[in-house]
């Protein structure tokens, strides 16, 4: 089971930090993607990073605003968002894909993550 958590209100321009943490089991050892849904509209992709941490991808609506990051550590994935935009406003949610293999990928597609996290709601306002 993943937790997404550190939504909030927000002013445009702030930043904010989402964790993603998983219960009974060791997100260290999955790719993750963080994902967000707007009011009416589809699931889209926001970040994704491998297993090790050492490959992401950001989408182009958020590229050098948002920076996904993880500590094996301490088990967790978060997501660094600066200069939020009240187009940001989503739940956002993190997401974890079974792993099979040594590869490095990162995962972009909704499809192919296996475990899905409840959502954390984060609104900007203007």
């Known amino acids: 089971q993943l937790q997404a958590c550190g939504g909030g209100l927000m002013q445009a321009g702030d930043s904010l930090r989402l964790s993603c943490t998983a219960s009974?089991?060791?997100?260290?050892?999955?790719?993750v993607g963080w994902f967000r849904q707007a009011p009416g509209d589809e699931r889209v992709f926001v970040a994704a990073i491998n297993w090790i941490g050492d490959n992401t991808f950001h989408a182009d609506s958020v590229n050098g605003r948002f920076t996904i990051s993880r500590d094996n550590v301490k088990n967790a994935v978060y997501l660094q968002m600066n200069s939020l935009k009240p187009e940001d406003t989503a739940v956002y949610y993190c997401a974890a894909k079974r792993r099979f293999s040594n590869d490095r990928y990162y995962y972009t597609d909704s499809s192919d993550y296996d475990y899905w996290g409840q959502g954390t709601l984060v609104t900007v306002s203007s």
């Open positions: 009974g089991r060791a997100i260290s050892i999955y790719p």
